[in-house]
T-cell receptor, first 115, second 114 residues
Framework: AQTVTQSQPEMSVQEAETVTLSCTYD???????LFWYKQPPSRQMILVIR??????QNATENRFSVNFQKAAKSFSLKISDSQLGDTAMYFC????????????FGTGTRLTIIP | GAGVSQSPSNKVTEKGKDVELRCDPI?????LYWYRQSLGQGLEFLIY????????KSGLPSDRFSAERTGGSVSTLTIQRTQQEDSAVYLC????????????FGPGTRLTVL
């Protein structure tokens, strides 16, 4: 079974600074997808960024980028030039490549951007 | 276009009562998922539908929980004889064909069992 671990329950950073959220996972599979989801107080889960395990290049989406280390089973999220609207819970998630199976989530990191 | 919608947004019920939670997926999405998020926790998988069939019910915590999906669209999660530990946010997600693996979430239903 897959597991996802987020070891930082809470983080805070000054507006405009850069912050990195950590995520490690455990799987015996070689092909899979990794995601970072954002959950603001509205409860709506919003996909931030995704990474296919077979791609060596790290995914980027505007101010968001990942550091994917497959051998180390590490998948960290870097937020550059942080904004007040980035304040939210962030969840790391794993899904097998073998069809539409369940997402396995970490327990989340509560990120607060300080004005 | 419209996203995943869920109703009700909030539900307060008394212990022992039955509740029904509804999910309307994005039109054309064949896969539908239910997750539960307890206070301060990550999301816990409950059940997955492909069309109207449920190939994976492994996450349902007890036989008080059941779900159905009709017409390959709307899904209902039913909790019978609710207990206080059932209090949580219930999130629904939908996705397209197998190779996409990107799930789009609804806003959830917050269930409170008194």
């Amino acid at each position: 079974a897959q597991t996802v671990t987020q070891s930082q329950p809470e983080m805070s950073v000054q507006e405009a600074e850069t912050v990195t959220l950590s995520c490690t996972y455990d799987t015996s599979e070689n092909n899979y997808y990794l995601f970072w989801y954002k959950q603001p107080p509205s409860r709506q889960m919003i996909l931030v960024i995704r990474q296919e395990a077979y791609k060596q290049q790290n995914a980027t989406e505007n101010r968001f980028s990942v550091n994917f280390q497959k051998a180390a089973k590490s998948f960290s999220l870097k937020i550059s030039d942080s904004q007040l609207g980035d304040t939210a819970m962030y969840f790391c998630a794993f899904i097998s490549n073998f069809g539409n199976e369940k997402l396995t989530f970490g327990t989340g990191t509560r990120l607060t951007i300080i004005p | 276009g419209a996203g995943v919608s869920q109703s009700p947004s909030n539900k307060v019920t008394e212990k022992g009562k039955d509740v029904e939670l509804r999910c309307d997926p994005i039109s054309g999405h064949t896969a539908l998922y239910w997750y539960r998020q307890s206070l301060g926790q990550g999301l816990e998988f409950l059940i997955y539908f492909q069309g109207n069939s449920a190939p994976d019910k492994s996450g349902l915590p007890s036989d008080r929980f059941s779900a159905e999906r009709t017409g390959g669209s709307v899904s209902t999660l039913t909790i019978q004889r609710t207990q206080q530990e059932d209090s949580a946010v219930y999130l629904c997600a939908s996705s397209l064909a197998l190779e996409h693996n990107e799930q789009f979430f609804g806003p959830g239903t917050r269930l409170t069992v008194l």
